[in-house]
């Protein structure tokens, strides 16, 4: 009963207090590693407040409620939402692929990450787009509460520990995390018109249809060019390791997509996914991605 009105009241000013903003972040080492100097070598497992998660997990159910009224999420994320989870992201792309190949017989699928996500939000951010879909107040004032002015304090095996300030990112492991940060991608997304994206929490699936694998290249080119201009927008960037590039086939297409010239483009090879597939690069204004070979549907 105390915890109750204790988190009532706290919800009810849109108040989330320091003693629950400061947490222990446990440094361990990825294993096969062949050298540990970078940053990315090492997993940082957050420990948070029970109290917290359970406050946490009520203002994760008032604003899942409303989100999608209020336009905060677009109608292609899936993931770490009420109802939606991989598997109809799975079929969502699925029957479109299918549905492109009836009229326009080439298409294929363009396939992102985003890079450090949950790291990258930016509280002014989600406080300026739940202001202007007039979210309640008091939910307005509590994410940004949540979001600011927290510490971290690094727990090193054999070292003292080492107090640090938190000014950008949400943790992984927060009830409301995933949905605070689907809020914050969801301008990414973009309606196209021989195509489809969707997108499950930080993972994005472009698929673009026209009559041969060159012209869908270059429609793939201008929409990843638009997705990470509007990323940079917000702060977020694309893993260049984890882009793959997919031409898929219908089971009467006996023979692998064409291969289009390009010039300048290195590749890597990865072993063959289905029988007849053939690498396939795409000219991104960046480092060359990891190519993947065609899928059959």
């Known amino acids: 009963m105390i915890i109750l009105e204790l988190l009532s ?5 849109g108040y989330h207090p320091p003693s629950l903003k400061t947490t222990n972040g446990v440094v361990l080492d990825k294993p096969g590693k062949a050298s540990y100097v970078s940053p990315s070598s090492f997993h940082i497992i957050v420990l948070l407040k029970t109290i917290s998660k359970i406050l946490e997990r009520v203002m994760m159910v008032r604003l899942s409620a409303i989100a999608r009224t209020k336009g905060l999420l677009h109608q292609n994320q899936c993931g770490s939402l009420p109802g939606v989870n991989s598997a109809d992201s799975c079929l969502a792309l699925t029957r479109e692929i299918k549905t492109l190949q009836r ?3 080439k298409v294929s699928t363009l396939f ?7 790291d990258n939000v930016n509280p002014a951010t989600p406080r300026t787009r739940l202001l202007a879909s007039h979210v309640p107040s008091y939910m307005v004032d509590w ?3 949540f979001l600011s002015e927290r510490t971290c304090t690094l727990v090193f095996q054999g070292s003292p520990n080492l107090l640090c300030p938190v000014s950008v990112g949400t943790y992984q492991g927060s009830p409301i995390s995933p949905l605070l940060f689907l809020t914050y991608v969801s301008p990414l997304h973009m309606s196209i018109p021989e195509g489809h994206m969707v997108s499950y929490v930080d993972d994005f699936s472009i698929t673009v249809a026209s009559p041969s694998h060159r012209g869908n290249i270059r429609s793939l080119q201008r929409l990843f060019t638009t997705i990470a201009a509007r990323g940079r927008d917000i702060g977020v960037s694309f893993s260049v390791p984890k882009t793959e590039l997919i031409h898929w086939r219908t089971p009467s297409q006996r023979t692998p997509p064409e291969q289009p010239p390009l010039s300048g ?3 890597s090879s990865t072993p063959p996914k289905s029988s007849g597939g053939q690498d396939t690069g795409l000219p991104l204004p960046l480092p060359p991605p990891t190519t993947s070979d065609s899928g059959c549907l």
Not at 9 to 13: D, K, M, P
Not at 112 to 118: P, R, S, T
Request: aromatic letters at 14%.
């Open 143 to 145: 994410v940004f509460s």
């Open 112 to 118: 992102l990450e985003i890079k450090a996500g949950f």
């Open 103 to 105: 009229p326009r017989p």
């Open 265 to 267: 483009m290195v590749t």
């Open 9 to 13: 009241s706290l919800v009810a000013f």
